[in-house]
């Protein structure tokens, strides 16, 4: 019996546990179990219920076959609203809501900007008022909390009542309640009784974070939890930022035991155009061309190394590459080199990055006048040494980019995966009264509302991992620097548009500048994510994102490695890719 199930394992004798998923996929095999004495859990039994009901509407949406769904057009979107609703709406997202009342569950993959925070607040009103849900749990990363309070407090002529879960008792009285993934573990308990109480509703804000489905613990709790809500909605910008897997995940948990199997058979033996047309119906989306947003102009800036720069590049990657060759690409050589790609990452910038700092944070002594190079140095000097005698390439760009901006009176925002690069850039950049966001910042949004309001500041320098997600920085500033990226495609598109999102001024000019080091790994990394951005695109059937890939997500190793990098990185490393 164990066999007739995908990824069931025995834990004792006469215990089998199978992941939910797979569970409602096959459900019927219980049918040659040999005894008739079969007891079913009430709660299991519902579950399955509603899972055959559920395929039988998807599966109807998807082939045309049986009767048609019923439809919700744009125009009855305002009608389904009222009573309660303030917001205004623009016509796609109000197409957007309408598809989504159309569906029992649903994705809306629409770009980042385009609002989906305040459809999906619009479904839930909308099922409110007819009755199918009374509450909502959100899952969002933390710097995406305050977009939903604002967003309920805009919406709602009588706001409901918001609970931000942080690690103490649920509000019994909340109407809302928004929680970070981090929590998500240590919460299902609570959670699960919460969302079984009454009927309610699941979102899931940059539900790319459970890429990893039930491999993953976020992906793991999100599955789990996804059944016991009345209606479940995915929100992401970015769903396959890796490929179809990521994709499938996400299917998973709108359509328990049918969606990621339907994801799967999409895409074999067929285009990625012919896969997007088939899975189109079960999502929305708003492209960048539908925002009418003024164009991006993306550039890569090519640098190259000076003389003992490239000489210390070269060594860190022939002595890394040492170290984890034979790895193999399980998941220990994957995390291996991960662990690499983020040293070569650093190397590309300054290979000092490398070297033990007084403390994580320290900056490097660009900004000290030019030594003269001593005569045959160790490579361990020069490593420790090197930003007296040489500058970084990058960072004396991005410098001159920022201060070439701030003469036109434009700001900037700089990202860079490193906090000391960061650091670094503060004290060079000093003459522009920067402000910095990072992990370890104790006054953020007082930094990020003195970039906003102090025209002094012409300067913002974050990380994608810190300020990537949740924030809008379009009304004031234009202008985006990449000091280094690493493999994560999802990450690096919610950070552009953080400066390129709805609400731009018609005629704006935004720019955005990626420093590339010449025959580094950086080199590698705009290859792949090049890819990853065709992938998507044509997944998406959205030639917005495929634009991007003229530039020629939380990540499973160290730099959002992914098995599908590990031949283009290995070509870097080695000379020639291995198997």
């Not at 959100?138 to 706001?159: D, I, Q, R």
């Not at 005569?375 to 991005?398: C, F, I, T, W």
């Not at 309001?453 to 012409?458: A, H, I, V």
């Amino acid at each position: 019996m164990a066999r007739r199930f995908r990824g069931s394992a025995h834990r004792s004798p006469d215990t089998v546990h199978v992941p939910l998923d797979d569970f409602l996929s096959a459900f019927q095999a219980l049918q040659h179990w040999p005894s008739q004495d079969v007891r079913w859990d009430t709660s299991v039994a519902n579950l399955v219920k509603d899972s055959v009901r559920e395929a039988g509407e998807a599966s109807a949406r998807l082939n045309g076959d049986g009767p048609a769904p019923s439809e919700v057009s744009a125009d009855e979107v305002g009608e389904l609203l009222e009573p309660g609703w303030l917001a205004p709406l623009t016509a796609f997202q109000r197409r957007d809501i309408g598809r989504l009342l159309s569906m029992r569950h649903g994705a809306n993959f629409s770009v980042p900007g385009a609002g989906k925070t305040r459809v999906a607040l619009a479904d839930f009103h909308a099922s409110r008022n007819r009755g199918e849900v009374f509450r909502m749990l959100v899952v969002a990363p933390k710097s995406a909390h305050g977009s939903w309070t604002e967003e309920v407090k805009l919406c709602f002529e009588k706001p409901p009542v918001v609970h931000i879960a942080d690690g103490g008792m649920l509000d019994p009285l909340a109407e809302v309640v928004v929680i970070n993934y981090e929590r998500l573990a240590g919460s299902q308990d609570a959670l699960a009784k919460w969302l079984s109480a009454e009927p309610s509703m699941l979102v899931l804000d940059e539900a790319h974070r459970m890429k990893r489905g039930a491999q993953g613990v976020y992906g793991a709790v999100c599955l789990s939890l996804g059944p016991l809500a009345r209606r479940r909605l995915a929100l992401s910008g970015t769903p396959a930022p890796n490929g179809a897997k990521d994709l499938q995940s996400l299917f998973s948990f709108v359509w328990p035991g049918q969606g990621g199997r339907r994801v799967e058979r999409a895409i074999a033996d067929r285009s990625l155009r012919e896969a997007s047309a088939e899975l189109k119906p079960l999502f929305c989306r708003t492209t960048k061309q539908e925002l009418g947003l003024p164009p991006l102009d993306p550039r890569v800036v090519r640098v190259g190394l000076d003389d003992w720069h490239r000489e210390l590049y070269s060594a860190i990657a022939g002595e890394e590459g040492l170290r984890a060759a034979g790895s193999g690409q399980g998941s220990e050589g994957l995390e291996k080199y991960g662990r690499v790609s983020m040293y070569l990452i650093m190397a590309a910038a300054s290979p000092a990055l490398l070297s033990e700092g007084g403390s994580r944070y320290e900056p490097l002594p660009y900004d000290l006048p030019r030594l003269e190079v001593p005569r045959n140095p160790s490579l361990k000097h020069m490593l420790d040494n090197l930003p007296r005698y040489e500058d970084s390439p990058k960072y004396k760009k991005a410098c001159e980019i920022v201060r070439a901006n701030a003469a036109r009176g434009r700001k900037t925002i700089v990202w860079s995966t490193f906090v000391r690069s960061l650091t670094t850039l503060e004290r060079m950049l000093g003459d522009c009264a920067p402000a910095v966001v990072h992990g370890g910042t104790p006054d953020r949004d007082e930094q990020i509302e003195r970039f906003r309001k102090d025209p002094g500041c012409l300067v913002l320098l974050s990380n994608p991992a810190t300020l990537g997600e949740g924030i809008s920085l379009h009304q004031v500033c234009h202008e985006a620097v990449y000091v280094d990226r690493d493999f994560t495609a999802g990450r690096f598109l919610q950070s552009l548009d953080r400066i390129h999102r709805l609400g731009l001024a018609p005629g704006t000019e935004t720019n955005v500048r990626i420093l590339v080091a010449e025959k580094t790994i950086d080199e590698v990394i705009e290859e792949r994510l090049a890819a990853k951005l065709r992938f998507m695109g044509a997944v998406l059937d959205d030639p917005g994102v495929e634009q991007l890939a003229d530039l020629a997500d939380e990540p499973a190793a160290p730099a959002g490695l992914e098995r599908s990098d590990m031949g283009a990185l290995l070509d870097h490393l080695y000379g020639a890719p291995r198997q």
